[in-house]
T-cell receptor
Framework: DQQVKQNSPSLSVQEGRISILNCDYT??????FLWYKKYPAEGPTFLIS?????DKNEDGRFTVFLNKSAKHLSLHIVPSQPGDSAVYFC?????????????FGQGTILTVHP | DGGITQSPKYLFRKEGQNVTLSCEQN?????MYWYRQDPGQGLRLIYY???????QKGDIAEGYSVSREKKESFPLTVTSAQKNPTAFYLC???????????FGSGTQLSVL
């Protein structure tokens, strides 16, 4: 039972355009969500997070949106750059009961073309 | 330079052999974790430890063992009971009650 799903295995965008990566979850107990970026043969690096009490969090070119009623979150990258090409994982947890025990989606491979 | 060090980067296992993956952190984090990544899949939790001398099974602990004798170290042993060990193994750490994990650079384990 996959509690966090990233239904798009890959996404290809042109440099300078917007990249939108999507993530759905089924566990209504999740109250904190994170996005990680991963290059091949390296460990994931934290990108941005959002608490369930918010619906938007912004950090530079990266914005995460959370729609609790739809159990859906998305990561927007504007403008996209070739260096953004990587695998992006969304992850979720329930604070108070599972600190650090992140549940990850399958990942989306983002390719940004020059 | 604070961080998490995993070694070796690449490891090969023969049939029936146990192998141990090293993970060391100097971030002074209490909690440490082991995740496994398979192609096309997300990261899955193998074991985690929130304090020295204590650890719990994650979602896929069968065929693995760990120890946590020091705060800085959390080695993972892949035993011969793990029938499909080929994967990319990631160690992570976090402060107590921290939401964000910090990951090492990973170990690729392959079976000969």
């Amino acid at each position: 039972d996959q509690q966090v799903k990233q239904n798009s295995p890959s996404l290809s965008v042109q440099e300078g355009r917007i990249s939108i990566l999507n993530c759905d979850y089924t566990n209504s107990m999740f109250d904190y969500f994170l996005w990680y970026k991963k290059y091949p043969a390296e460990g994931p690096t934290f990108l941005i997070s959002i608490s369930s009490i918010k619906d938007k969090n912004e950090d530079g070119r990266f914005t995460v949106f959370l729609n609790k009623s739809a159990k859906h979150l998305s990561l927007h990258i504007v403008p996209s750059q070739p260096g953004d090409s990587a695998v992006y994982f969304c992850a979720a947890l329930t604070r108070g009961t599972s600190y650090g025990k992140l549940t990850f989606g399958q990942g989306t491979i983002l390719t940004v073309h020059p | 330079d604070g961080g998490i060090t995993q070694s070796p980067k690449y490891l090969f296992r023969k049939e029936g052999q146990n192998v141990t993956l090293s993970c060391e952190q100097n971030l002074n984090h209490d909690a440490m974790y082991w995740y496994r990544q398979d192609p096309g899949q997300g990261l899955r939790l193998i074991y985690y430890s929130q304090i020295v001398n204590d650890f719990q099974k994650g979602d896929i602990a069968e065929g693995y063992s760990v120890s946590r004798e020091k705060k800085e170290s959390f080695p993972l042993t892949v035993t011969s009971a793990q029938k499909n060990p080929t994967a990319f193994y990631l160690c992570a750490s976090s402060p107590t009650r921290g939401e964000k994990l910090f990951f090492g650079s990973g170990t690729q384990l392959s079976v000969l």
